[in-house]
Structure formats: C-alpha cells, structure tokens
C-alpha cells in the first residue's frame, strides 16, 4: 500500500523558534496533502490543505503566517511553526491522496514539545 | 457548519461484536470513512463508504445510510489489539476529511 512519512517523528524546541516538519509520499504521487492535528485525547482537525505547486488552503481559525505550508513537489510537504510558543505542543499529523483515489494515507505524526 | 457525532467511549469483552455509531451534518458530503487510532499512533484507514449499504473487510463491516445522515462500524471476533480510538469522517469535496470526535473502544478479557 501507499506508504507516507514524516519527519522528524518528534520535536522539543524552545519557545520562539521554528520548527520544519517534512511529509514525504514514498511510492506515489501526492497532489494534495493535508495537514491536521491532534491534541490529547481529541479528535484531528484539519489545518490546512494544499495542492503541488500552489498556495495552501487553510481552515478558519489558522494563522497562515505561523503555519507555513509548501508543498513544492508531487512527493514533499513540509509544515513549518514559526515563533513556537507552548500552546503550539501537539501530534501533527500528514495525510497524502493521489489524482485517482479517494483514499487518504496518513502519515506516522510527529509530537511537537514547546518548552 | 459540519457535525459528526459518536459515543465519546464504548466497552465489550473478547469475542463480542460492538458496533460503534456516527451521525453527521455536513455540506458537499461524499463518503463516510473509518480511521483506527491507537494511542500514540497515527489513524490507519480502516474502510470506506459512498454508497448506502454495508462494506465487508474482514472483521470489521461499515454501513451508511446517506438519507439518515447516518454510519456505523461493526467490530466482530472483538480481540485485545482492537482497543483503540474510532473516528468516523466524512468526505468534503473528494477528498479531505472532518473527523468525528472519535469513540475510544476498550476490550476486556
């Protein structure tokens, strides 16, 4: 099946840094991506949604400008928290669909720990 | 707006069959999905479900009724490893997805 990774699998940064986090499609290509996430015993929800080659799509209540998303390839995502703060610690999950299928494939989540 | 509502927790013992429900209210709705998530872990799709009707894989069976607005999953041969969350979802456009809050499933011995 379609395998999709991230990395890294966690993180522990300090307040007011960066933090990147790659979603990677290994075995086909991903022309949308989604980015959620998840805090303690809650469902996912969505951030935001982009397609290879162009800007993201976020949802309400997203700071676009603290949530930078680049999708510049069929196979790469990347997540960036700008100006981490501690309220930004949770388990950021990828998912990834290709042209055809309505099927998403989830990648493994990295945990984010804002000191 | 979009809804999706399920048990918040559901409990059953080794071998039993738990169905797990979900309701939604949603616009430019697709398709009901299932996701298992145990803790610590990333959702792993279990099945999905466009048309009304009941979708076997193995174990677990999905139905959906689209003029109820209304899904289930079906856990049968319930066994230790199948304790984890259950989150229903629902298509919006083709493909991205609002979770449900999700139904923790414990089996007991």
């Known amino acids: 099946g379609a395998v999709v990774s991230q990395h890294p699998s966690w993180v522990i940064c300090k307040s007011g840094t960066s933090v990147k986090i790659e979603c990677r499609s290994l075995?086909?290509?991903?022309?949308?991506m989604f980015w959620y996430r998840q805090f303690p015993k809650q469902s996912l929800m969505l951030m935001a949604t982009?397609?290879?080659?162009?800007?993201?799509?976020?949802e309400q209540g997203v700071e676009k400008d603290k949530f930078l998303i680049n999708h510049a390839s069929l196979t790469l995502s990347t997540l960036t928290v700008t100006s981490a703060h501690p309220e930004d610690s949770s388990f950021y999950i990828c998912?990834?669909?290709?042209?055809?299928?309505?099927?998403?494939?989830f990648g493994p989540g990295t945990r984010l720990t804002v000191l | 707006g979009q809804s999706l509502e399920q048990p918040s927790e559901v409990t059953a013992v080794e071998g039993a069959i738990v169905q797990i429900n979900c309701t939604y209210q949603t616009s430019g709705f697709y398709g009901l999905s299932w996701y298992q998530q145990h803790d610590g872990g990333a959702p792993t799709f279990l099945s999905y479900n466009a048309l009304d009707g009941l979708e076997e894989t193995g174990r677990f069976s999905s139905f959906l009724s689209r003029s109820d607005s209304y899904g289930y999953l079906l856990l049968q041969e319930l066994q230790m490893k199948d304790s984890a969350s259950y989150f229903c979802a629902v298509s919006k456009g083709r493909r991205a997805l609002t979770f449900g809050s999700g139904t923790r499933l414990q089996v007991q011995p």
């Open positions: 075995d086909f290509q991903a022309t949308t």
């Open positions: 982009s397609n290879e080659g162009s800007k993201a799509t976020y």
């Open positions: 998912s990834a669909s290709d042209r055809v299928g309505d099927t998403q494939y």
